[in-house]
């Protein structure tokens, strides 16, 4: 398998302890990396931006400064793996916050004439997302539909081009107990393994 340029993006909000989706990640890491793929991490908990406000500001305003690196991570990896728990069916503002802002015209689209958005500009790359919930991830898939898995794969990453978008749903997770978290972290590490 030819290695591939990776980057993890944890969507976790809170960076100050260690959460389900940080050992997740590593697990990812630790298997890409002894695959010998190139990894690169970053935490949008550990990034310092505003929201975004207005349509004027995505279109004509500058980067904030502490997203530049970001969207060069971004446009150096070949599959990007998003970590996050679902807040509130969805994912967490923080989260959908960064990628507002990274998301602009002229990096994840390319205008053509005044259509703002005729090319998506990150064609090529793959992704996954990894979500743990507090239901059980049947009842997300099924009854809720997943729906807001969907949204980021059709209506996210799919209007800049990155596609196809794997998934991992994983429910339950206040009974996970020990033995749960290692058989995914085992799960995660093939996957990372694997490129996937
Ligand atoms: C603000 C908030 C909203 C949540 N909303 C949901 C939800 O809508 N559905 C669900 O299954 N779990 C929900 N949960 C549970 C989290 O998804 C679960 O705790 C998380 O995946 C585990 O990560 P953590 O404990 O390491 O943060 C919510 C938790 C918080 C704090």
């Known amino acids: 398998m030819t290695a591939k340029n990776i980057l993890l993006i944890q969507g976790h909000p809170d ?20 695959a010998g793929h190139a990894v690169r ?24 400064q502490g997203l530049v690196q970001a969207q060069k991570d971004i446009a150096w990896a070949e599959h990007i ?8 069916g969805d994912m967490p503002a923080l989260l959908k916050a960064f990628l507002e802002q ?21 064609t090529g790359k793959s992704a ?15 009854y809720f539909r997943a729906h807001s898995v969907k949204s980021l794969e059709r209506n996210i990453l799919g209007f800049v081009g990155i596609s196809p978008v794997h998934k991992t749903l994983i429910g ?3 009974a996970l107990g020990e033995a749960g ?10 996957l990372g393994a694997q490129a996937s």
Do not use: C
């Not at 940080?22 to 697990?27: D, R, S, T, V």
């Not at 970053?42 to 975004?52: I, K």
């Not at 997302?129 to 099924?142: D, E, F, K, N, Q």
């Open 172 to 174: 339950l997770v206040d």
């Open 102 to 122: 990274v998301a602009r015209p002229d990096f994840a689209f390319k205008r053509d004439g005044k259509d703002l958005f005729q090319h998506k500009a990150l």
């Open 41 to 64: 991490r970053l935490a949008v908990a550990q990034l310092d931006f505003p929201l975004l406000r207005s349509q004027n500001d995505w279109q004509n305003g500058a980067l904030p």
């Open 81 to 88: 793996v998003f970590f996050f728990p679902l807040w509130l």
């Open 15 to 34: 960076g100050s302890v260690i959460h389900l989706g940080h050992h997740l990640e590593e697990a990812y890491a630790q298997g890409a990396q002894s």
């Open 128 to 142: 996954r997302v990894v979500v743990t919930m507090g239901m059980p991830a049947l009842l997300y898939r099924w």
């Open 181 to 190: 978290v290692q058989k995914w972290q085992v799960h995660l590490t093939r």
